[in-house]
């Protein structure tokens, strides 16, 4: 079993920055493909940010909407990973989730996810 818990969300004005980290325990996840999911009120919860076991390259990958903006990075020493969040906009306002889906499940697709996190809450404001 893996558990995941998420810190650093926050209220921030538009333009603004957050970084936010998904701290694993009960077993190491340097094999699985880590990911990063947000749900609003009244919608799915969508991919946001991907990022690959790093023997395979680490490959990092995003949603149209944050690319360029978010950055996902992971420390297996730590067993954590990462979104720094900059440039942020209203529409970034949504729960995060922090995921995990064993190689060579793909992570950016929510019935791949083994592991979910509880969720830290991101509000922009305009």
């Known amino acids: 079993q893996v558990q995941l818990v998420e810190s650093g969300g926050g209220l921030v004005q538009a333009g603004g920055s957050l970084r936010l980290s998904c701290a694993a325990s009960g077993r190491t996840v340097s094999t699985y493909n880590m990911g990063w999911f947000r749900q609003a009120p009244g919608k799915e919860r969508e991919f946001v940010a991907g990022i690959g076991i790093l023997w395979n390259g680490g490959r990092t990958y995003y949603a149209d909407s944050v690319k360029g903006r978010f950055t996902a990075s992971r420390d297996n020493a730590k067993n954590t990973v990462y979104l720094q969040m900059n440039s942020l906009q209203p529409e970034d306002t949504a729960v995060y989730y922090c995921?995990?889906?064993?190689?060579?499940?793909?992570?950016?697709?929510?019935?791949?996810?083994?592991?979910w996190g509880q969720g830290t809450q991101v509000t922009v404001s305009s």
């Open positions: 995921a995990a889906a064993p190689a060579p499940r793909v992570v950016s697709v929510v019935t791949q996810v083994d592991y």
